[in-house]
């Protein structure tokens, strides 16, 4: 664009059209290029490389002794036909849905929903910092004890959860959590209860900073409470609320560690999500190039959205001068 | 202290900005650059300072070609338009900030800082930060930063056009007295030619083709523009620019404006210069204060029949906007006098204060020749 | 007529508001019902865990927990191998994205533009499940294995790395350059005019991003469970592991579980301002 603007223009002096950049005085140019230079070689050491490893080993018949043995033979795309063939793959991706729509999708809605009616509908400050404080409290909490205190909660036969729901009357028997067909459910509670302050948090600090002025002008025209969140605060909050979205949903990609520590996937591999099938075959199974094929499957997928996710943040981030 | 000379230099990014541009500037000479907004003003200050490399040309400061030397081995203070203070940093330390950066010791950095705040009067908030006073208080603040630093050169970037009025005459009164601000060579830009004519030693005006239009003492810049676009930039009101054709009638030569009927007779003193451009389209320049209501006038001057569009009594001075046959022509009268618009007047004009300009370059003739 | 048409709206909204208010209510009682069984329970004596119809309230009130759960020792390391290895982890992305970021910030084209900016926050993105195996081999075959502090420290650089170089970015950014002029301008040089100006700006967002890659690091669970276990033990990967016998000790983990829950409890509460906006990858100023 530069380049053509320089060229088109013949009455531009000679200085200008043959001149290069200009070698800077204050900090020379190979500086910038170290300084981000050293964080690329470190992700190029342990994200490239480690992804180029699994890649090589998704395409060969790769086990624990064929690795150590160096024994490994070139199988085409063996592996990808494996995986995308069974019907183990194709019901984890069917939970990945269930995931995504019940966990990613709904925290944000409901983070969304938590975050306008406690701005528009708690008044006190000193309230609604302590209300924040306690609703992000699970979110400072690592996997491991969100995992090890839901399956401590929904224990079937004392787990405080069925006792409180007996207690109260919403149901008579025993809830089987951990059954077939619930398990998953039981994750998804465990991790909404964990991660709904997300946006949560997001959409609140987006609320806040909406300018009043905004507010004020609505009103001296007499705009309802209900036309002035449809119109004027759900449309600002637009970017955000999606930031929040792209933030869970790409989350939801790397989500395993709940899953191994409540329910291992089980029963009977029905709380299973791809990306703990790649954990298990690689690392518990040893079936290294089929874990690999999981792997590189699930890292396309997550690329395509990734690159949609990066491609909307930068234009946000443009719109606000940011970038 | 030392003399700065900048030489042909050069800047560009996607078109050039500054082109091959010169001038010196003497030790303890103040010259202002005068500029629209956006015309490279700021980026001729950062190529002087080292901010920027230029693409081509020298930065000579006390005999001693500078282009290559980093900002911080120059001895360059400079204010930003920004003001750009630490805002972390007490006024204290903004001021003392050079001479920390030079390790004056902590005493004698004291003493300095007290008597530079002293003198801008800013004393009684050293211990402030930046965000607690106020904005002419911050720009004595920078000022204060760049006195300190005791440099070889002075760049002031629009150090007042941020100010409201009472303020910026102010400051300006104490551009005019600060003793160290005329010892050494100082580069002033600004944007308004007000300021430019009070506190230039010398004047340039820059043009939009990244280059010095003019160099001059005020005076000169006023009264003898080089051209168009310098004539047009000095002076308030705007100059007069009238399109006119050279006519001869009965051997007297008259200039009759391109649009409608007004007439001009050409004075004497004017004539020869007429002739030996020897073109028939003329760009003609009268500054406003030397058209007149007739009475106001004094003998000699050329009247003319004009109805008023506009009048603005200005207190000290009025401005009358007039159509003398389709040429609306700005004139200064005496504010005691009251004007309605649609009245018809008299005007004088003084003729043998015209300028004139090339019709095509817009180059003052008596340039040309 | 016309003042019922105008009361409607008004009393419809109040409706609605008291919806919207019992909602946050009973979210609130599912926020804290969790955190409230947590605490009772590591006051409850072991039996006392069993019961078949569990108490909701502690029977026998045993604070002594909470200093029983240090009769392993381990259980004490644990705490220390997390801390050495979230803060020596904070430290590193903190120091190589600090460079990074300020690289971006100034010098955008030299450093590679902003597509590069993006591909290194996009690594934070991807599954780290896709890396483990490799990364597990890879260390393996180093002189000081898997089961090391390093080990962790590096492998964390993972997700905190992206983070720590995209939030310094944005964070040099909103700190202004002519700030920084003005100090060569004094004659500060570059890494001084850096030290005394440029970094006492950005002092606060970049405590947050150190506050943040802390908290991340101290509850990673998936690698430390994989890499770690004899020699160096994440206390994430010791909680699960309370066990007597076949039964587990739940008194004893949930107090574990709520003293290793202070420091990024205490951390969230005291910077939740600044917190936002790392969350929220810059975007959302908190």
């Known amino acids: 664009m530069n380049q053509t603007v320089r060229d088109s223009s013949p009455s531009q002096p000679a200085w200008f059209r043959n001149k290069r950049t200009a070698r800077p005085l204050i900090v020379a140019r190979w500086v910038p290029v170290a300084l981000v230079g050293l964080p690329v070689a470190v992700l190029l050491a342990i994200v490239i490389y480690p992804t180029i490893w699994m890649f090589y080993h998704s395409l060969r018949d790769t086990n624990i002794q064929g690795l150590f043995m160096g024994s490994h033979e070139y199988i085409g795309f063996q592996n990808y036909a494996t995986v995308i063939g069974s019907d183990r793959f194709q019901q984890s991706l069917i939970h990945l849905v269930q995931y995504l729509t019940f966990g990613a999708c709904l925290q944000v ?80 509670i465990a991790d909404i209860w964990n991660w709904v302050a997300l946006p949560l948090l997001i959409v609140y600090s987006g609320r806040v900073s909406l300018p009043p002025a905004v507010y004020e002008a609505a009103r001296v025209d007499g705009a309802g409470q209900w036309k002035v969140m449809r119109r004027i605060t759900l449309p600002m909050l637009k970017e955000v609320i999606a930031i929040a979205f792209i933030l869970r949903f790409t989350d939801a990609f790397k989500f395993v560690d709940l899953v191994y520590i409540m329910t291992s996937g089980g029963p009977a591999q029905s709380s299973e999500l791809p990306t703990y099938i790649a954990f298990q075959r690689g690392i518990r199974e040893f079936a290294i190039g089929e874990a690999a094929a999981y792997a590189i499957v699930i890292f396309a997928i997550s690329a395509v959205i990734i690159t949609l996710f990066l491609k909307y943040m930068k234009r946000v981030m443009k719109a606000q001068g940011l970038a | 202290m030392a003399r700065l000379e900048v030489d042909e230099i050069c800047k560009g990014w996607d078109f050039p900005v500054i082109d091959e541009l010169s001038f010196s500037v003497d030790e303890g000479e103040f010259f202002v650059i005068v500029g629209a907004s956006g015309i490279g003003k700021t980026t001729l200050l950062r190529l002087i300072s080292g901010l920027e490399t230029p693409d081509a040309g020298r930065v000579i400061i006390g005999g001693a070609d500078q282009t290559k030397l980093p900002p911080y081995k120059r001895r360059i203070a400079m204010t930003f338009e920004s003001y750009a203070l630490y805002p972390h940093l007490s006024v204290h330390e903004n001021i003392a900030s050079p001479l920390r950066a030079r390790k004056v010791p902590a005493k004698e950095r004291d003493r300095r800082v007290k ?204 401005i009358m906007i007039a159509n003398a046959g389709g040429v609306r022509l700005t004139a200064l009268t005496n504010p005691e006098k009251h004007f309605e618009p649609g009245q018809t007047v008299t005007l004088a004009v003084d003729v043998d204060r015209f300028h004139f300009f090339d019709a095509d370059s817009g180059v003052n003739l008596d340039r040309l020749n | 007529m016309i003042a019922a048409a105008a009361g409607r709206p008004k009393d419809a909204w109040r409706h609605v508001r ?88 100034r010098f955008p084209r030299q450093a590679g533009g902003e597509n590069l900016a993006f591909w290194i926050l996009s690594n934070r993105m991807f599954p780290p499940v896709a890396i483990l195996v490799p990364m597990f081999f890879l260390f393996d075959s180093t002189p000081w294995g898997t089961d090391s502090h390093l080990s962790l420290i590096l492998l964390y650089l993972v997700f905190n790395l992206p983070l720590a170089t995209w939030l310094m970015m944005v964070f040099f950014r909103d700190a202004p350059v002519e700030i920084e002029e003005a100090a060569y301008l004094d004659g500060w040089t570059p890494l001084r005019a850096f030290a005394k100006v440029t970094l006492p700006l950005v002092l606060p967002g970049m405590i947050s991003v150190a506050m943040l890659c802390w908290i991340f690091a101290w509850n990673e669970y998936l690698f430390a469970n994989l890499f770690v276990g004899s020699a160096v033990r994440t206390y994430t990967i010791v909680i699960p592991t309370f066990t007597h016998g076949s039964q587990t000790l739940w008194n004893l983990q949930m107090a574990f579980s709520l003293i290793a829950m202070v420091p990024p409890v205490t951390l969230f509460i005291l910077l939740r301002r600044y917190m936002v906006r790392g969350l929220s990858l810059g975007v959302v100023k908190g």
């Open chain 1, 109 to 188: 809605l409901i983070g969304t929903v938590l975050a306008l009616t406690l701005y528009e509908f708690v008044k006190s400050n000193a309230l609604r910092t302590a209300i924040l404080i306690i609703l992000v409290l699970p979110m400072m909490l690592p996997p491991s004890i969100v995992g090890v205190l839901w399956r401590f909660l929904l224990t079937p036969s004392n787990g405080a959860v069925n006792q409180a729901l007996l207690n109260i009357g919403l149901i008579k028997n025993h809830i089987e959590w951990f059954n077939a067909g619930v398990s998953l459910w039981s994750i998804i």
């Open chain 2, 115 to 318: 008597e530079v705040a002293r003198l801008l009067k800013i004393d009684h908030l050293l211990n402030r930060r930046p965000g607690e006073v106020s904005g002419g208080q911050k720009q004595r603040t920078a000022l204060g930063r760049t006195l300190v630093a005791d440099p070889e050169i002075f760049l002031l970037d629009e150090p007042i056009s941020h100010l409201d009025a009472k303020i910026r005459h102010e400051l300006r009164t104490q551009f005019h007295t600060l003793e160290d601000l005329r010892k050494v060579a100082t580069v002033y830009v600004t944007h308004d030619y007000s300021e430019a004519l009070s506190l230039g030693d010398r004047i340039g005006v820059m043009g939009a083709g990244g280059k010095l239009e003019q160099v001059g003492a005020p005076r000169d810049l006023f009264e003898r523009p080089a051209n168009l676009t310098v004539a047009e930039h000095l002076g308030q009101p705007t100059i007069n620019v009238i399109g006119a054709r050279l006519q001869s009638e009965d051997g007297t030569l008259f200039l009759r404006a391109d649009s409608g009927e007004l007439k001009f007779p050409v004075g004497k003193s004017n004539r020869a210069l007429l002739e030996r451009h020897g073109k028939e389209k003329i760009t003609v320049g009268l500054r406003p204060q030397f058209i007149k209501p007739i009475e106001e006038a004094e003998d000699g001057a050329e009247p003319l029949t004009a109805e008023i569009d506009v009048f603005e009594p200005l207190g000290a001075t009025g």
């Open chain 3, 18 to 105: 008291l919806l919207f208010l019992a909602f946050l209510a009973l979210w609130i009682l599912f926020t804290v019902f969790p955190l409230y069984f947590m605490t009772i329970t590591a006051f409850k004596t072991a039996a006392e865990t069993n019961l078949t119809v569990p108490t909701f309230w502690p029977g026998d009130w045993q604070p002594r927990n909470f200093v029983g759960v240090f009769a392993e020792k381990t259980n004490f390391s644990a705490l220390v191998d997390s801390f050495i290895i979230a803060t020596a982890n904070t430290a590193l992305a903190l120091f190589l994205g600090s460079l990074a970021g300020y690289a971006f910030a």
